[in-house]
């Protein structure tokens, strides 16, 4: 997937970081993003995660769509191949 493939179909990458203690986030995670072709968005902020998290299964893979910044449905999904699908039929 080329660097742009989020920006070209109108979709963020949001790495939630809330819940991890800031030493973890400092010494492992942020460092890890970095390496990600894409920008990232980081949300480290634990009251606004949970509106995202509320009732969806946190081992999958969030999707949250917006509309002029309000969330209009929230979807949750396995695989890449599921999320490709997601992504792509917007």
């Known amino acids: 997937m080329k660097p742009t493939y ?3 179909n109108n979709a963020q990458f949001v790495a939630n970081v ?4 800031s030493l973890i986030r400092t ?3 942020l460092p890890g993003l970095k390496d990600f072709k894409h920008t990232v968005l980081i949300l480290d ?3 606004m995660a949970s509106k ?3 009732g969806v299964d946190a081992e999958k893979i969030i999707v949250v ?5 309000k969330i209009t ?3 949750t999904v396995s695989t890449v191949a599921e999320l ?6 917007k």
């Not at 809330?18 to 203690?21: G, I, K, L, T």
């Not at 769509?65 to 910044?69: F, I, P, Q, T």
């Open 45 to 47: 902020d634990e009251a």
């Open 84 to 89: 490709v699908k997601l992504i792509e039929e």
């Open 6 to 8: 989020l920006q070209d």
């Open 65 to 69: 769509s917006l509309d002029k910044h």
């Open 27 to 29: 010494i492992f995670i």
């Open 18 to 21: 809330s819940a991890a203690p």
């Open 73 to 75: 449905n929230i979807k």
């Open 52 to 54: 995202y998290a509320a």
